[in-house]
Protein backbone atom coordinates (compact mmCIF):
# COMPACT_ATOMS: atom_id res chain seq x y z
CA UNK A 1 0.00 0.00 0.00
CA UNK A 2 3.02 2.89 0.75
CA UNK A 3 4.66 1.51 -3.05
CA UNK A 4 1.27 2.34 -4.58
CA UNK A 5 1.30 5.57 -2.74
CA UNK A 6 4.67 6.98 -3.10
CA UNK A 7 4.55 5.93 -6.67
CA UNK A 8 1.46 7.95 -7.44
CA UNK A 9 3.84 11.12 -6.40
CA UNK A 10 5.04 12.81 -8.94
CA UNK A 11 9.33 13.36 -8.63
CA UNK A 12 10.30 17.00 -8.16
CA UNK A 13 14.07 16.25 -9.31
CA UNK A 14 16.31 13.20 -10.68
CA UNK A 15 17.96 11.46 -8.40
CA UNK A 16 21.15 12.61 -9.01
CA UNK A 17 20.05 15.87 -7.78
CA UNK A 18 18.23 14.76 -4.95
CA UNK A 19 19.25 16.32 -1.31
CA UNK A 20 18.22 15.55 1.79
CA UNK A 21 15.03 17.18 3.11
CA UNK A 22 14.43 19.08 5.62
CA UNK A 23 11.26 20.31 7.38
CA UNK A 24 10.47 24.19 6.17
CA UNK A 25 8.66 24.53 9.81
CA UNK A 26 8.96 22.62 13.23
CA UNK A 27 6.94 20.10 13.61
CA UNK A 28 6.82 20.90 17.35
CA UNK A 29 4.03 23.28 16.19
CA UNK A 30 1.59 20.46 15.62
CA UNK A 31 1.62 19.87 19.62
CA UNK A 32 0.72 23.08 20.28
CA UNK A 33 -3.33 22.39 20.56
CA UNK A 34 -2.77 19.71 23.12
CA UNK A 35 -0.03 22.15 25.47
CA UNK A 36 -2.77 25.22 24.79
CA UNK A 37 -6.03 22.50 25.99
CA UNK A 38 -4.41 21.63 28.65
CA UNK A 39 -2.53 24.71 29.79
CA UNK A 40 -6.27 26.62 30.12
CA UNK A 41 -8.32 23.69 31.44
CA UNK A 42 -5.57 22.04 33.57
CA UNK A 43 -2.12 24.33 34.29
CA UNK A 44 -4.47 27.78 34.51
CA UNK A 45 -7.27 26.38 37.20
CA UNK A 46 -4.09 25.02 38.99
CA UNK A 47 -2.54 28.02 39.08
CA UNK A 48 -5.41 30.39 39.78
CA UNK A 49 -5.96 27.79 42.66
CA UNK A 50 -2.73 27.96 43.99
CA UNK A 51 -2.11 31.64 43.94
CA UNK A 52 -5.65 32.06 45.54
CA UNK A 53 -3.87 30.93 48.84
CA UNK A 54 -1.17 33.68 49.00
CA UNK A 55 -3.26 36.54 47.31
CA UNK A 56 -6.32 38.65 49.94
CA UNK A 57 -7.68 42.01 49.38
CA UNK A 58 -5.20 43.68 50.56
CA UNK A 59 -2.37 42.07 48.10
CA UNK A 60 -0.06 38.86 48.56
CA UNK A 61 -0.65 37.44 51.73
CA UNK A 62 0.35 33.96 54.45
CA UNK A 63 -2.23 34.10 56.27
CA UNK A 64 -3.98 31.07 55.29
CA UNK A 65 -1.19 29.14 55.58
CA UNK A 66 -0.71 31.02 58.68
CA UNK A 67 -3.68 29.64 60.27
CA UNK A 68 -3.00 25.83 58.91
CA UNK A 69 0.78 25.65 60.50
CA UNK A 70 -0.97 26.69 63.83
CA UNK A 71 -4.25 23.95 63.51
CA UNK A 72 -3.13 21.05 65.33
CA UNK A 73 -6.25 19.33 63.50
CA UNK A 74 -4.41 19.86 59.89
CA UNK A 75 -1.46 18.56 61.22
CA UNK A 76 -3.33 15.40 62.75
CA UNK A 77 -4.74 14.80 58.98
CA UNK A 78 -1.29 15.31 57.36
CA UNK A 79 0.22 12.68 60.17
CA UNK A 80 -2.60 10.44 59.16
CA UNK A 81 -2.07 10.97 55.17
CA UNK A 82 1.70 10.22 55.22
CA UNK A 83 1.51 7.48 57.60
CA UNK A 84 -0.98 5.70 55.32
CA UNK A 85 0.55 6.92 51.70
CA UNK A 86 4.15 5.49 53.18
CA UNK A 87 2.70 2.35 54.55
CA UNK A 88 1.10 1.73 51.26
CA UNK A 89 3.66 2.38 49.16
CA UNK A 90 6.12 0.25 50.95
CA UNK A 91 3.87 -2.58 50.65
CA UNK A 92 3.21 -1.89 46.88
CA UNK A 93 6.85 -1.75 46.14
CA UNK A 94 7.62 -5.45 48.30
CA UNK A 95 4.87 -7.05 46.47
CA UNK A 96 5.73 -5.37 43.02
CA UNK A 97 8.92 -5.96 43.04
CA UNK A 98 8.80 -10.16 42.64
CA UNK A 99 5.98 -9.86 40.53
CA UNK A 100 7.76 -7.58 37.57
CA UNK A 101 11.06 -10.15 38.18
CA UNK A 102 8.59 -13.29 37.29
CA UNK A 103 6.76 -11.24 34.53
CA UNK A 104 10.30 -10.19 32.64
CA UNK A 105 11.40 -13.93 33.15
CA UNK A 106 8.19 -14.91 31.87
CA UNK A 107 8.48 -16.49 28.32
CA UNK A 108 5.64 -17.22 26.19
CA UNK A 109 1.88 -17.59 27.04
CA UNK A 110 2.96 -17.30 30.31
CA UNK A 111 4.78 -13.85 29.95
CA UNK A 112 1.42 -13.11 27.76
CA UNK A 113 -1.12 -14.22 30.60
CA UNK A 114 0.71 -12.78 33.75
CA UNK A 115 0.78 -9.37 31.65
CA UNK A 116 -2.88 -9.63 30.97
CA UNK A 117 -3.55 -10.51 34.76
CA UNK A 118 -2.31 -7.37 36.02
CA UNK A 119 -3.11 -5.22 32.86
CA UNK A 120 -7.03 -5.95 33.55
CA UNK A 121 -7.48 -4.32 37.10
CA UNK A 122 -5.03 -1.97 36.27
CA UNK A 123 -7.70 -0.62 33.43
CA UNK A 124 -10.50 -1.52 35.30
CA UNK A 125 -12.60 1.47 37.00
CA UNK A 126 -11.09 2.28 40.43
CA UNK A 127 -15.11 2.38 41.51
CA UNK A 128 -15.58 -1.29 40.45
CA UNK A 129 -12.47 -2.66 42.57
CA UNK A 130 -13.59 -0.74 45.74
CA UNK A 131 -17.14 -1.90 45.25
CA UNK A 132 -16.16 -4.95 45.16
CA UNK A 133 -13.60 -4.49 48.89
CA UNK A 134 -17.10 -2.91 50.14
CA UNK A 135 -18.56 -5.96 49.84
CA UNK A 136 -15.60 -8.43 50.16
CA UNK A 137 -14.86 -6.53 54.06
CA UNK A 138 -18.18 -6.37 54.62
CA UNK A 139 -19.59 -7.17 58.15
CA UNK A 140 -20.97 -10.43 56.69
CA UNK A 141 -19.06 -10.60 54.01
CA UNK A 142 -16.49 -13.87 53.18
CA UNK A 143 -13.51 -12.38 54.60
CA UNK A 144 -15.22 -11.75 57.67
CA UNK A 145 -16.45 -15.29 58.07
CA UNK A 146 -13.20 -16.60 57.01
CA UNK A 147 -11.66 -14.98 60.16
CA UNK A 148 -14.09 -16.06 62.33
CA UNK A 149 -13.88 -19.49 61.07
CA UNK A 150 -10.29 -19.98 61.62
CA UNK A 151 -10.30 -17.87 65.16
CA UNK A 152 -8.61 -15.40 63.61
CA UNK A 153 -11.52 -12.60 65.14
CA UNK A 154 -14.06 -13.16 67.70
CA UNK A 155 -17.10 -12.11 65.87
CA UNK A 156 -17.13 -10.37 62.81
CA UNK A 157 -15.93 -6.54 62.65
CA UNK A 158 -16.26 -3.59 60.45
CA UNK A 159 -13.32 -4.19 58.17
CA UNK A 160 -15.19 -2.29 55.29
CA UNK A 161 -15.36 1.21 56.67
CA UNK A 162 -11.48 1.21 58.70
CA UNK A 163 -8.13 2.03 58.34
CA UNK A 164 -7.68 -1.33 57.15
CA UNK A 165 -10.28 -1.44 54.40
CA UNK A 166 -8.52 1.91 53.14
CA UNK A 167 -5.00 0.33 53.33
CA UNK A 168 -6.60 -2.87 51.07
CA UNK A 169 -8.43 -1.35 48.79
CA UNK A 170 -5.29 1.40 48.16
CA UNK A 171 -2.71 -1.48 47.79
CA UNK A 172 -5.13 -3.24 44.94
CA UNK A 173 -5.83 0.51 43.10
CA UNK A 174 -2.03 1.48 43.17
CA UNK A 175 0.09 -2.54 43.12
CA UNK A 176 -0.93 -2.85 39.21
CA UNK A 177 0.88 0.67 38.85
CA UNK A 178 3.87 -0.08 40.79
CA UNK A 179 4.29 -3.44 39.08
CA UNK A 180 3.56 -1.91 35.51
CA UNK A 181 6.27 0.61 36.08
CA UNK A 182 9.17 -1.63 37.30
CA UNK A 183 8.43 -4.48 34.59
CA UNK A 184 8.36 -2.13 31.60
CA UNK A 185 11.50 -0.83 32.82
CA UNK A 186 13.48 -4.33 33.89
CA UNK A 187 12.51 -5.33 30.11
CA UNK A 188 14.49 -1.94 28.98
CA UNK A 189 17.56 -2.38 31.36
CA UNK A 190 20.85 -3.25 30.03
CA UNK A 191 21.39 -7.06 30.12
CA UNK A 192 24.88 -7.37 29.31
CA UNK A 193 26.53 -6.74 32.84
CA UNK A 194 24.36 -9.90 34.01
CA UNK A 195 26.04 -12.05 30.93
CA UNK A 196 29.62 -10.40 32.22
CA UNK A 197 29.04 -11.51 35.37
CA UNK A 198 27.58 -14.91 34.51
CA UNK A 199 30.81 -15.63 32.18
CA UNK A 200 32.49 -15.04 34.79
CA UNK A 201 31.45 -17.59 36.99
CA UNK A 202 28.94 -15.64 39.19
CA UNK A 203 25.79 -18.19 39.92
CA UNK A 204 22.56 -16.95 39.21
CA UNK A 205 21.76 -16.38 42.86
CA UNK A 206 24.67 -14.02 42.30
CA UNK A 207 24.14 -12.14 39.65
CA UNK A 208 20.37 -11.28 40.64
CA UNK A 209 21.91 -10.08 44.27
CA UNK A 210 25.28 -8.23 42.81
CA UNK A 211 24.31 -6.92 39.69
CA UNK A 212 20.40 -6.97 38.71
CA UNK A 213 19.10 -5.97 42.14
CA UNK A 214 21.86 -2.82 42.36
CA UNK A 215 20.50 -1.84 38.73
CA UNK A 216 16.83 -2.13 39.49
CA UNK A 217 17.15 0.49 42.92
CA UNK A 218 16.39 3.13 40.03
CA UNK A 219 13.60 2.01 38.82
CA UNK A 220 12.11 1.06 42.25
CA UNK A 221 12.68 4.54 43.12
CA UNK A 222 10.71 5.96 40.65
CA UNK A 223 7.42 3.34 41.03
CA UNK A 224 7.53 4.27 44.83
CA UNK A 225 7.51 8.00 43.60
CA UNK A 226 4.82 7.35 41.74
CA UNK A 227 2.66 4.85 43.90
CA UNK A 228 3.02 7.63 46.86
CA UNK A 229 1.92 10.82 44.97
CA UNK A 230 -0.94 8.92 44.05
CA UNK A 231 -1.74 7.38 47.47
CA UNK A 232 -1.47 10.76 48.95
CA UNK A 233 -3.89 12.31 47.00
CA UNK A 234 -6.22 9.41 46.70
CA UNK A 235 -10.22 10.56 47.30
CA UNK A 236 -12.68 7.90 46.30
CA UNK A 237 -11.03 4.79 48.45
CA UNK A 238 -10.81 6.29 51.81
CA UNK A 239 -14.42 7.91 51.36
CA UNK A 240 -15.94 4.63 50.24
CA UNK A 241 -13.46 2.33 52.54
CA UNK A 242 -12.37 4.66 54.75
CA UNK A 243 -13.14 4.46 58.89
CA UNK A 244 -14.23 6.75 61.34
CA UNK A 245 -11.01 7.70 63.40
CA UNK A 246 -10.36 10.61 60.86
CA UNK A 247 -10.17 11.61 57.27
CA UNK A 248 -7.48 12.42 55.23
CA UNK A 249 -5.84 14.93 53.17
CA UNK A 250 -7.68 14.57 50.14
CA UNK A 251 -11.21 14.83 51.97
CA UNK A 252 -9.85 17.62 53.80
CA UNK A 253 -9.19 19.19 50.80
CA UNK A 254 -12.53 18.45 49.22
CA UNK A 255 -14.64 19.54 51.91
CA UNK A 256 -12.79 23.12 52.23
CA UNK A 257 -13.55 23.66 48.62
CA UNK A 258 -17.29 22.22 47.91
CA UNK A 259 -18.93 22.30 51.77
CA UNK A 260 -17.13 25.31 53.15
CA UNK A 261 -16.10 26.89 49.75
CA UNK A 262 -13.10 28.34 51.87
CA UNK A 263 -10.96 28.39 48.27
CA UNK A 264 -8.42 30.01 49.42
CA UNK A 265 -7.62 27.69 52.64
CA UNK A 266 -8.18 24.83 50.03
CA UNK A 267 -5.58 26.44 48.16
CA UNK A 268 -3.14 26.54 50.56
CA UNK A 269 -3.53 22.69 51.37
CA UNK A 270 -3.15 21.84 47.48
CA UNK A 271 0.15 23.85 47.84
CA UNK A 272 1.27 21.77 50.99
CA UNK A 273 0.32 18.46 49.26
CA UNK A 274 2.11 19.35 46.12
CA UNK A 275 4.71 19.85 48.16
CA UNK A 276 5.01 16.97 50.57
CA UNK A 277 4.43 15.14 46.90
CA UNK A 278 7.77 16.62 45.86
CA UNK A 279 9.82 15.82 48.62
CA UNK A 280 10.62 12.46 47.78
CA UNK A 281 11.53 12.73 44.06
CA UNK A 282 13.83 15.54 45.34
CA UNK A 283 15.30 13.62 47.93
CA UNK A 284 16.32 10.56 45.64
CA UNK A 285 18.14 13.06 42.96
CA UNK A 286 19.74 14.44 45.49
CA UNK A 287 20.86 10.98 46.84
CA UNK A 288 21.55 9.71 43.36
CA UNK A 289 23.41 13.19 42.44
CA UNK A 290 25.70 12.69 45.71
CA UNK A 291 26.13 9.12 44.94
CA UNK A 292 27.59 9.91 41.39
CA UNK A 293 29.91 12.44 42.29
CA UNK A 294 30.93 10.33 45.50
CA UNK A 295 31.86 7.20 43.09
CA UNK A 296 33.48 9.44 40.62
CA UNK A 297 35.96 10.81 43.11
CA UNK A 298 36.88 7.57 44.92
CA UNK A 299 37.44 4.25 45.10
CA UNK A 300 34.35 1.95 45.51
CA UNK A 301 34.70 1.05 49.66
CA UNK A 302 32.42 -2.09 50.64
CA UNK A 303 30.34 -1.52 53.45
CA UNK A 304 29.65 -3.24 56.37
CA UNK A 305 26.34 -4.48 55.15
CA UNK A 306 28.45 -5.46 52.04
CA UNK A 307 30.72 -7.38 53.77
CA UNK A 308 28.27 -9.17 55.25
CA UNK A 309 26.43 -10.09 52.16
CA UNK A 310 29.39 -11.92 50.90
CA UNK A 311 30.51 -13.62 53.79
CA UNK A 312 27.07 -15.27 55.06
CA UNK A 313 23.91 -14.39 52.37
CA UNK A 314 25.46 -14.81 49.03
CA UNK A 315 27.28 -18.32 49.78
CA UNK A 316 23.73 -19.22 51.11
CA UNK A 317 21.87 -18.58 48.05
CA UNK A 318 24.57 -20.19 46.20
CA UNK A 319 23.20 -23.57 47.82
CA UNK A 320 19.65 -23.04 47.16
CA UNK A 321 18.15 -25.73 44.56
CA UNK A 322 16.98 -23.77 41.01
CA UNK A 323 13.69 -24.69 41.89
CA UNK A 324 13.94 -22.76 45.49
CA UNK A 325 15.21 -19.92 43.99
CA UNK A 326 13.07 -19.37 41.01
CA UNK A 327 10.26 -20.22 43.75
CA UNK A 328 11.11 -16.83 45.45
CA UNK A 329 9.39 -14.55 43.01
CA UNK A 330 7.34 -16.83 41.44
CA UNK A 331 4.82 -18.14 44.15
CA UNK A 332 4.68 -14.36 44.98
CA UNK A 333 3.95 -12.99 41.76
CA UNK A 334 0.90 -15.61 41.82
CA UNK A 335 0.14 -14.76 45.36
CA UNK A 336 0.01 -10.79 43.78
CA UNK A 337 -1.64 -11.66 40.67
CA UNK A 338 -4.69 -13.57 42.02
CA UNK A 339 -5.46 -11.05 44.59
CA UNK A 340 -5.35 -8.68 41.78
CA UNK A 341 -8.16 -10.39 39.74
CA UNK A 342 -10.41 -11.94 42.46
CA UNK A 343 -12.07 -8.82 43.15
CA UNK A 344 -13.00 -8.76 39.03
CA UNK A 345 -14.85 -12.21 39.33
CA UNK A 346 -16.41 -11.08 42.93
CA UNK A 347 -17.87 -8.39 41.26
CA UNK A 348 -19.29 -10.36 38.48
CA UNK A 349 -20.88 -12.83 41.03
CA UNK A 350 -22.56 -10.13 42.81
CA UNK A 351 -24.16 -9.27 39.81
CA UNK A 352 -26.34 -12.30 39.44
CA UNK A 353 -27.60 -12.59 43.13
CA UNK A 354 -30.51 -11.16 44.79
CA UNK A 355 -30.70 -7.08 44.04
CA UNK A 356 -30.68 -6.36 47.91
CA UNK A 357 -28.71 -9.00 49.70
CA UNK A 358 -25.27 -8.77 47.83
CA UNK A 359 -23.26 -11.71 49.50
CA UNK A 360 -20.79 -14.74 48.32
CA UNK A 361 -21.22 -16.74 47.39
CA UNK A 362 -24.79 -15.36 46.72
CA UNK A 363 -28.44 -16.72 48.26
CA UNK A 364 -29.48 -17.32 44.73
CA UNK A 365 -28.55 -16.51 41.52
CA UNK A 366 -30.95 -14.57 39.35
CA UNK A 367 -30.72 -12.02 36.96
CA UNK A 368 -33.22 -9.49 38.73
CA UNK A 369 -30.74 -7.03 39.33
CA UNK A 370 -29.55 -6.95 35.09
CA UNK A 371 -33.35 -6.28 34.63
CA UNK A 372 -33.84 -3.83 37.17
CA UNK A 373 -31.12 -1.56 36.27
CA UNK A 374 -31.93 -1.62 32.31
CA UNK A 375 -35.33 -0.55 33.40
CA UNK A 376 -34.71 2.31 36.06
CA UNK A 377 -33.99 5.57 34.05
CA UNK A 378 -31.87 6.35 37.37
CA UNK A 379 -29.35 4.05 35.78
CA UNK A 380 -29.95 4.26 32.50
CA UNK A 381 -29.84 7.70 31.46
CA UNK A 382 -26.58 8.27 33.45
CA UNK A 383 -24.82 5.71 31.40
CA UNK A 384 -25.79 7.05 27.97
CA UNK A 385 -24.83 9.99 29.75
CA UNK A 386 -21.21 8.82 30.15
CA UNK A 387 -20.37 6.85 26.88
CA UNK A 388 -21.54 10.30 25.62
CA UNK A 389 -19.09 12.38 27.16
CA UNK A 390 -16.60 9.53 27.06
CA UNK A 391 -17.19 9.46 22.90
CA UNK A 392 -16.72 13.00 23.16
CA UNK A 393 -13.56 12.96 25.16
CA UNK A 394 -12.06 9.99 23.48
CA UNK A 395 -12.56 11.88 19.77
CA UNK A 396 -10.97 15.36 21.19
CA UNK A 397 -8.11 13.52 22.76
CA UNK A 398 -7.24 10.92 19.87
CA UNK A 399 -7.39 14.43 17.14
CA UNK A 400 -5.35 16.67 19.61
CA UNK A 401 -3.22 13.82 20.93
CA UNK A 402 -2.21 12.34 17.54
CA UNK A 403 -0.56 15.82 16.09
CA UNK A 404 1.18 16.47 19.47
CA UNK A 405 2.35 12.87 19.18
CA UNK A 406 3.50 13.52 15.86
CA UNK A 407 5.15 16.80 16.61
CA UNK A 408 6.80 15.34 19.96
CA UNK A 409 8.06 12.20 18.12
CA UNK A 410 9.72 14.62 14.91
CA UNK A 411 11.40 16.71 17.70
CA UNK A 412 13.83 17.45 19.26
CA UNK A 413 14.61 14.93 22.41
CA UNK A 414 14.56 17.36 25.17
CA UNK A 415 11.99 19.79 24.07
CA UNK A 416 9.62 16.65 23.53
CA UNK A 417 10.39 15.17 27.08
CA UNK A 418 9.15 18.87 28.50
CA UNK A 419 5.61 18.43 26.31
CA UNK A 420 5.25 15.29 26.98
CA UNK A 421 5.75 16.02 31.31
CA UNK A 422 3.87 19.20 31.17
CA UNK A 423 0.69 17.26 29.13
CA UNK A 424 1.41 14.33 32.21
CA UNK A 425 0.81 17.07 34.64
CA UNK A 426 -3.05 16.40 34.82
CA UNK A 427 -2.08 12.41 35.01
CA UNK A 428 0.79 12.54 38.23
CA UNK A 429 -0.30 15.35 40.13
CA UNK A 430 -2.57 14.36 42.99
CA UNK A 431 -6.12 14.12 41.44
CA UNK A 432 -7.95 15.74 44.22
CA UNK A 433 -5.49 18.74 43.24
CA UNK A 434 -6.38 18.77 39.57
CA UNK A 435 -9.96 18.70 40.46
CA UNK A 436 -10.54 20.82 42.84
CA UNK A 437 -8.58 23.81 41.02
CA UNK A 438 -10.98 22.15 37.99
CA UNK A 439 -14.02 22.68 40.03
CA UNK A 440 -13.42 26.38 41.42
CA UNK A 441 -12.61 27.35 37.29
CA UNK A 442 -15.77 25.97 36.20
CA UNK A 443 -17.66 27.86 39.14
CA UNK A 444 -16.03 30.85 37.95
CA UNK A 445 -16.34 30.49 34.01
CA UNK A 446 -19.94 29.02 34.38
CA UNK A 447 -18.88 25.40 32.96
CA UNK A 448 -20.09 24.19 36.48
CA UNK A 449 -22.85 21.15 35.66
CA UNK A 450 -22.69 21.60 32.01
CA UNK A 451 -22.22 19.27 29.37
CA UNK A 452 -19.11 21.34 28.03
CA UNK A 453 -17.50 21.35 31.61
CA UNK A 454 -17.70 17.77 32.07
CA UNK A 455 -15.94 17.23 28.62
CA UNK A 456 -13.70 19.49 28.84
CA UNK A 457 -12.64 18.40 32.52
CA UNK A 458 -12.28 14.95 31.52
CA UNK A 459 -10.83 15.51 28.44
CA UNK A 460 -7.04 17.26 30.04
CA UNK A 461 -6.22 13.61 31.43
CA UNK A 462 -7.22 11.51 28.16
CA UNK A 463 -4.67 13.53 26.44
CA UNK A 464 -1.60 13.03 27.97
CA UNK A 465 -2.39 9.25 27.60
CA UNK A 466 -3.06 9.39 24.07
CA UNK A 467 0.04 11.20 23.44
CA UNK A 468 2.31 8.70 25.47
CA UNK A 469 0.63 5.59 23.30
CA UNK A 470 1.09 7.67 19.96
CA UNK A 471 4.31 8.97 20.35
CA UNK A 472 5.91 5.49 21.08
CA UNK A 473 3.84 4.14 17.88
CA UNK A 474 5.23 7.02 15.79
CA UNK A 475 8.85 6.65 16.80
CA UNK A 476 8.40 3.11 14.87
CA UNK A 477 7.63 4.77 11.63
CA UNK A 478 11.14 4.98 9.77
CA UNK A 479 11.58 9.36 9.02
CA UNK A 480 13.17 7.86 5.92
CA UNK A 481 9.60 7.29 4.76
CA UNK A 482 8.46 11.29 5.12
CA UNK A 483 11.90 12.56 3.50
CA UNK A 484 11.20 9.67 0.23
CA UNK A 485 7.68 11.30 0.04
CA UNK A 486 8.50 14.70 -0.07
CA UNK A 487 11.33 14.16 -2.99
CA UNK A 488 8.53 12.90 -4.82
CA UNK A 489 7.04 16.44 -4.14
CA UNK A 490 4.35 15.71 -1.71
CA UNK A 491 3.83 19.04 0.58
CA UNK A 492 4.36 18.14 4.35
CA UNK A 493 0.60 17.80 4.76
CA UNK A 494 0.05 15.27 2.11
CA UNK A 495 2.88 13.28 3.74
CA UNK A 496 0.98 12.94 6.91
CA UNK A 497 -2.12 12.14 5.32
CA UNK A 498 -0.57 9.97 2.33
CA UNK A 499 2.63 8.38 4.43
CA UNK A 500 2.22 8.19 8.24
CA UNK A 501 -1.67 8.36 9.20
CA UNK A 502 -2.12 4.66 7.04
CA UNK A 503 1.10 3.42 9.05
CA UNK A 504 -0.30 4.49 12.54
CA UNK A 505 -4.10 4.30 12.24
CA UNK A 506 -4.34 0.93 14.27
CA UNK A 507 -2.33 2.92 16.98
CA UNK A 508 -4.74 5.44 16.52
CA UNK A 509 -7.58 2.81 17.85
CA UNK A 510 -5.84 1.62 20.63
CA UNK A 511 -5.30 5.42 21.59
CA UNK A 512 -9.08 6.04 21.59
CA UNK A 513 -9.47 3.24 23.30
CA UNK A 514 -7.34 4.29 26.22
CA UNK A 515 -9.05 7.89 26.24
CA UNK A 516 -12.33 6.51 26.10
CA UNK A 517 -11.47 4.35 29.09
CA UNK A 518 -9.65 7.22 30.96
CA UNK A 519 -12.93 9.65 30.77
CA UNK A 520 -15.35 6.87 31.47
CA UNK A 521 -13.34 6.01 34.60
CA UNK A 522 -13.15 9.51 35.69
CA UNK A 523 -15.87 10.07 39.36
CA UNK A 524 -13.56 12.93 41.16
CA UNK A 525 -14.06 15.21 38.58
CA UNK A 526 -17.95 14.39 37.61
CA UNK A 527 -18.48 14.44 41.33
CA UNK A 528 -17.54 17.69 42.14
CA UNK A 529 -19.20 19.43 38.59
CA UNK A 530 -21.25 17.57 37.62
CA UNK A 531 -24.63 18.75 39.62
CA UNK A 532 -28.08 17.31 38.34
CA UNK A 533 -26.45 15.43 35.47
CA UNK A 534 -24.54 12.89 37.10
CA UNK A 535 -22.32 10.47 35.32
CA UNK A 536 -22.57 6.50 36.00
CA UNK A 537 -19.86 6.61 38.50
CA UNK A 538 -21.23 9.13 40.16
CA UNK A 539 -24.44 7.31 40.30
CA UNK A 540 -22.58 4.28 41.48
CA UNK A 541 -20.68 6.63 43.90
CA UNK A 542 -23.74 7.63 45.37
CA UNK A 543 -25.65 4.28 45.20
CA UNK A 544 -22.58 2.65 47.52
CA UNK A 545 -22.83 5.40 50.09
CA UNK A 546 -26.44 4.20 50.68
CA UNK A 547 -26.56 1.09 50.77
CA UNK A 548 -24.73 -2.22 49.36
CA UNK A 549 -27.02 -3.48 46.38
CA UNK A 550 -26.00 -5.30 43.47
CA UNK A 551 -27.42 -2.57 40.84
CA UNK A 552 -23.67 -1.09 40.90
CA UNK A 553 -22.50 -4.77 40.23
CA UNK A 554 -24.65 -5.02 36.96
CA UNK A 555 -23.20 -1.76 35.54
CA UNK A 556 -19.19 -3.09 37.03
CA UNK A 557 -19.75 -6.27 35.30
CA UNK A 558 -20.59 -4.26 32.14
CA UNK A 559 -17.61 -2.66 32.27
CA UNK A 560 -15.70 -5.50 32.98
CA UNK A 561 -16.84 -7.03 29.57
CA UNK A 562 -16.65 -4.07 27.64
CA UNK A 563 -12.86 -3.41 29.09
CA UNK A 564 -12.19 -7.62 28.06
CA UNK A 565 -13.48 -6.49 24.67
CA UNK A 566 -11.25 -3.33 24.41
CA UNK A 567 -7.93 -4.91 25.71
CA UNK A 568 -9.00 -7.96 23.27
CA UNK A 569 -9.35 -5.36 20.32
CA UNK A 570 -6.38 -3.14 21.47
CA UNK A 571 -3.90 -6.18 21.47
CA UNK A 572 -4.87 -7.26 18.05
CA UNK A 573 -4.89 -3.69 16.73
CA UNK A 574 -1.14 -3.24 18.42
CA UNK A 575 0.09 -6.13 16.52
CA UNK A 576 -1.26 -4.97 13.12
CA UNK A 577 0.21 -1.72 13.86
CA UNK A 578 3.98 -3.76 14.68
CA UNK A 579 3.06 -5.19 10.99
CA UNK A 580 2.68 -2.28 9.26
CA UNK A 581 4.66 -0.42 10.62
CA UNK A 582 7.91 -2.84 10.29
CA UNK A 583 8.62 -1.26 6.34
CA UNK A 584 11.22 -3.27 4.52
CA UNK A 585 14.83 -1.00 4.85
CA UNK A 586 14.70 -1.68 0.73
CA UNK A 587 11.83 0.63 0.30
CA UNK A 588 12.84 3.09 1.98
CA UNK A 589 16.11 3.11 -0.19
CA UNK A 590 14.98 2.91 -3.22
CA UNK A 591 12.20 5.59 -3.31
CA UNK A 592 14.77 7.87 -1.44
CA UNK A 593 17.26 7.03 -3.91
CA UNK A 594 20.08 5.20 -2.08
CA UNK A 595 19.98 7.94 0.98
CA UNK A 596 20.22 6.60 4.69
Known amino acids: MVTAELSTLEPSTTRSTRKSVRPTWSPFYLALPALLFVLAFAAYPLASFLWGSISGPDGLTVSFYDRLL ?14 VALSVTAICLLLAYPTAYAMMKARGRVKTVLIALVLLPYLTSVLVRTYAWSGLLALDGPINRLAVNLGILAEPRLLGHSDFGTAIGMTHILLPIAVLTMWSRFERMDKEQQTVAAALGATRARVIATVFVPQSMSVVTSAGVLVYVLALGAYVIPA ?6 GQLFAQAVADQATQLLDWPTAGAMGTLM ?5 LPALMASAVRTLARRRASRSAPVITRLQHTAIRYVYPALDRLPASVLSGLWQVPAAIVTLFLVIPEIVVVVFSVGPVNNVTLPPQSWTLEGYRSVFSDGSWTTPLVRSLSYATADAVLATIVGALAAYGFARSSTRLAAAGITFLLLPIVLPEIVIAISYYIFANQAGLAGTHAGIVLGQGVGAVGLVVVVLATVIRQVDVNLEYAAQMCGASRWQTLRQIVLPLILPGLAVAFVYGFLTAFDNLVLPLFISGTKPTITVRMFLSMQES ?7 IASLLIITLLAGIAIAITLQRTATARIAVPVELTNETAGGTP
Do not use: D, W
Not at 240 to 245: D, H, I, K, M
Open 548 to 554: LTSAPAV
Open 70 to 83: KSSYFFTILRRTLA
Open 274 to 278: LVAAA
Open 240 to 245: ALGGTS
